[in-house]
């Protein structure tokens, strides 16, 4: 995986985490990748990888069922929609709207730019 220098790189692991539970690689209450086996994957730490898991363990995104391992929480998508919704409309959205604005670019052409995508 290639890693940005915009963000942590645990933050980055939680993003891709995030990614695989909403495109169904990785299904609701099923067994995910170890610490370890995700580390190496993807060329990184193991205790980046802890960090990361223990903040989407925080988040109830994921669960550990002592023995087993990392399990896909039931309403992980639910909880991931959710807070990426949240999150684009309070930050991504206000900033995309002011450049808009800024740029003169009309509310008909920004209709017409989404009903084509």
């Given amino acids: 995986m290639k890693f940005s220098n915009e963000k942590p ?3 980055q692991i939680i993003d891709l985490v995030m990614e695989k539970i909403l495109k169904d690689e990785w299904k ?3 067994k995910i990748p ?3 086996e ?6 990184v730490n193991p205790n980046t990888v802890m960090r990361s898991y223990d903040k989407l363990q925080q ?4 669960y550990n069922k002592r023995g087993l391992g990392f399990f896909v929480s039931l309403d992980a998508k639910d909880r991931i929609l959710h807070a990426r919704r949240s999150n ?9 709207f ?3 604005k800024l740029l003169g670019i009309s509310r ?5 730019l989404y009903n084509d995508n």
Avoid: C
């Fill in 9 to 11: 790189i645990y933050i």
């Fill in 28 to 30: 609701l209450d099923e």
């Fill in 34 to 36: 170890s610490v370890r």
């Fill in 38 to 43: 995700l580390g190496a994957l993807i060329e």
């Fill in 59 to 62: 988040d109830e995104i994921i």
């Fill in 88 to 96: 684009f409309l309070l930050h991504e959205a206000p900033n995309f």
């Fill in 98 to 100: 002011q450049m808009a």
């Fill in 108 to 112: 008909e052409e920004l209709i017409q």
